[in-house]
C-alpha cells in the first residue's frame, strides 16, 4: 500500500467540465508535488509546494491550478482541458525539498473526451 | 541542463539471469539519485536512494552503483524473477534543482 493516496484513480471528463485531484499524505512530509505522464514517457515535473507555499511552476497552463490546504494535502484544480492533457497524474511527497527521497501515489488516470 | 539518458530502452531476459541497467547523466554535480520501478498504470515504487558521497546501496537482489566522476549509475538485479518485470527509472538530483528522470528500461523477465 504507498503511504501517498490519490483520489479518484481514474477520472474522465469533457473539456468543459470542472474536476479537481486530490492528493494526500500523512507521513509529516513537507514538500509535495504534481507531475504528468504521458505513456512510455517519464514523469514532468508540474508543480512543486514546499511548506504549503508554491515553489515552482514549471510553465504549466492556467486551466491546471493547484492548491496547498494544509501540510497533508494537494489539489489540482481542473478545467477547460484539452485531449492533449489526458494523461497519468502523479502525486509525490518528499520529507523537504533539496534532494530528499520522493514518495509517489499511484496517480489519477484522466482522459478528457 | 542535466540530461539523464538510461539503456537498454527495454530488455527482456529469462528467469533467473543477473541483469544490470545503466544510467547516464551529463551533470555530474548531483546531490543525489534515485532508482524507481514502475508497474504499468501505477505511480512509481522507490527502490534506492544514493547520495553523491556514496557508492552503492543495496536492498535485498538489488544493487546501485555510482560513479559521479563518469556520469553512470547502475542498477543490478540478481537473480531475476518475473515479478521484477516493469520499468525501471533513475531519476537524479542536482543542488538546487528537481529531480530529472531518465526515460526508463522496459524489463520483462520470462518465466
Known amino acids: 500500500d504507498t503511504e501517498v493516496t490519490q483520489t479518484p484513480k481514474h477520472l474522465v471528463m469533457g473539456m468543459t467540465n470542472k474536476k479537481s485531484l486530490k492528493c494526500e499524505q500523512h507521513?509529516?512530509?513537507?514538500?509535495m508535488y504534481w507531475y504528468k505522464q504521458k505513456a512510455k514517457k517519464p514523469p514532468e515535473l508540474m508543480f512543486v509546494?514546499?511548506?504549503?507555499?508554491?515553489?515552482i511552476n514549471e510553465s504549466v497552463p492556467s486551466r491546471f491550478s493547484p492548491e496547498c490546504p494544509n501540510s497533508s494535502l494537494l489539489n489540482l484544480h481542473l478545467h477547460a482541458l484539452q485531449p492533449e492533457d489526458s494523461a497519468l497524474y502523479l502525486c509525490?511527497?518528499?520529507?523537504?525539498?533539496?534532494?530528499?527521497?520522493?514518495?509517489f501515489g499511484d496517480g489519477t488516470r484522466l482522459s478528457i473526451l | 541542463k542535466q540530461e539523464v539518458t538510461q539503456i537498454p530502452a527495454a530488455l527482456s531476459v529469462p528467469e533467473g539471469e543477473n541483469l544490470v541497467l545503466n544510467c547516464s547523466f551529463t551533470?555530474?554535480?548531483?546531490?543525489?539519485l534515485q532508482w524507481f520501478r514502475q508497474d504499468p498504470g501505477k505511480g512509481l515504487t522507490s527502490l534506492l536512494l544514493?547520495?553523491?558521497?556514496?557508492r552503492e546501496q543495496t536492498s535485498g537482489r538489488l544493487n546501485a552503483s555510482l560513479d559521479k566522476s563518469s556520469g553512470r549509475s547502475t542498477l543490478y538485479i540478481a537473480a531475476s524473477q518475473p515479478g521484477d518485470s516493469a520499468t525501471y527509472l533513475c531519476?537524479?538530483?542536482?543542488?538546487?534543482?528537481?529531480?530529472?528522470f531518465g526515460p526508463g528500461t522496459r524489463l520483462s523477465v520470462l518465466p
Open positions: 509525490a511527497s518528499s520529507p523537504g525539498r533539496g534532494g530528499q527521497p520522493q514518495h
Open positions: 507521513m509529516g512530509h513537507r514538500a
Open positions: 509546494y514546499s511548506y504549503e507555499k508554491l515553489s
Open positions: 551533470d555530474s554535480a548531483i546531490y543525489n
Open positions: 544514493i547520495q553523491s558521497s556514496q
Open positions: 531519476a537524479v538530483h542536482n543542488y538546487g534543482q528537481n529531480f530529472v
